[in-house]
């Protein structure tokens, strides 16, 4: 009898093990592109794999390589600061979201100027990385800063080297405030600048600036903040000069018309309103509508259903913009409606 019950209880541990080995093992999926938001994809990850047992694997390449990765289908879904060209779309069979919105910020390096305390009116951004104003104490410069005492020191234009979204944004605003960028350069994820030095990466470009007394670039906001940048005030649409803050990003974001914006594409550039900063954009992903793996593209729409729900806290912290309830909506209905199987039928 004790030899029975003995058995007994060792054939009950045996059909228990499975469950006491520890969870289900994490659904990988990977993803690429866009450096703005990789901090917080990274954030989503680890929140996602205890809660949902998703597991992101993100390589930030560049917007540029994100499209071009995705396009091949050579990751489950690609990421890029700049929306895609709408005949790419189509081509490519691609469906766009966005997840959130960010903002970019100028930084400079001049000796005795401090945060937020240099003014410059867009315009004057474009001439000078268009090599039109040489010195930091050229007269029009000197006019925006009224009372403040600027040195004799060359300016140093620093861009991104790489394919990136945040050339694509700040090219924007730069093409919105000066019709002559916009005619001889324009806006992508790489032009051709008229002047400067290029870098890689966000880090790159604060580096060079840190270490070039003159210097001026742009970064992504939540890397300036996080690395106590120089950055500046930019004079908004309204005509008031704004610092850098969540409050003026919200204040541009509050404007958006994402009702209609094809393929979410909306335009955060230089909206209206006193408090609004000028340079904001969603960053986007971009998830193929005939996917190879049905089951892998549904995983991707779990996971980012899962940050719309969770997700917002992160992003706050972070410093991102998260998106209103209703585009989180409408990007549900396009991922049903969009995104089908080989029968056919939504895998979402």
Same mark, same amino acid.
């Given at each position: 009898?004790? %030899? /029975? ?8 541990? $045996?059909?228990? &093990? ?19 938001? $990789? ?9 996602? !794999? ?26 489950? %879904? ?47 951004? $474009? ?6 104003? $040489? ?7 000197? #006019? ?6 600027? +040195? ?15 050339? @694509? ?24 600048? +008229? ?10 470009? /604060? ?8 210097? *001026? ?23 008031? @000069? ?21 393929? %979410? ?18 960053? %986007? *992903?971009?998830? +193929? ?13 779990? =996971?980012?259903?899962?940050?719309? !729900? ?8 972070? #410093? ?9 909506? /409408?990007?549900?209905? /396009?991922?049903?409606?969009?995104? &089908?199987?080989?029968?056919?039928? +939504?895998? =979402?």
């Amino acid at each position: 009898m004790k %030899f /029975a019950v003995t058995a007994f209880a060792v054939g009950l541990a $045996a059909l228990a &093990m499975p469950a006491l080995s520890g969870p289900a093992q994490a659904q990988p999926i990977t993803g690429a592109g866009a450096t703005f938001p $990789a901090p917080l994809y990274t954030k989503w990850g680890e929140q996602a !794999k205890a809660a949902i047992g998703v597991e992101l694997n993100y390589q930030a390449i560049g917007s540029g390589g994100g499209q071009n990765q995705i396009l091949q289908r050579t990751v489950d %879904f690609g990421a890029s600061d700049a929306p895609m060209d709408p005949a790419k779309l189509d081509t490519g069979k691609l469906l766009q979201f966005p997840t959130v919105m960010g903002s970019v910020v100028v930084i400079v390096n001049i000796p005795g100027v401090a945060a937020n305390q240099l003014k410059l009116p867009g315009e004057l951004l $474009a001439d000078i990385y268009a090599g039109k104003i $040489a010195k930091w104490n050229d007269p029009r410069i000197a #006019e925006a800063n009224s009372g403040a005492t600027l +040195p004799n020191l060359a300016i140093a234009p620093v861009y991104r080297a790489d394919g990136s979204g945040t050339t @694509f944004v700040y090219a924007s605003y730069l093409s919105a405030v000066s019709p002559e960028w916009k005619s001889k350069v324009g806006a992508a994820t790489s032009v051709k600048w +008229p002047a400067g030095a290029g870098a890689k990466g966000n880090d790159g470009v /604060a580096a060079t600036v840190g270490n070039t007394r003159g210097a *001026i670039g742009y970064v992504e906001y939540s890397y300036a903040s996080q690395n106590k940048l120089v950055t500046v005030q930019l004079r908004n649409k309204a005509g008031k @000069f704004v610092s850098p803050t969540m409050e003026s990003f919200e204040a541009a974001a509050a404007n958006a018309d994402w009702t209609n914006a094809p393929n %979410f594409a909306v335009n955060l550039i230089d909206q209206a309103g006193d408090k609004s900063w000028p340079i904001v954009s969603a960053t %986007f *992903i971009l998830l +193929p509508k005939d996917p190879k793996d049905p089951a892998k593209s549904a995983t991707v729409m779990k =996971f980012f259903d899962w940050a719309y !729900k969770n997700g917002d806290a992160a992003a706050t912290g972070l #410093e991102y913009v998260h998106l209103p309830d209703s585009v989180k909506s /409408a990007v549900r209905s /396009a991922w049903h409606t969009a995104i &089908m199987g080989p029968d056919g039928k +939504p895998i =979402f």
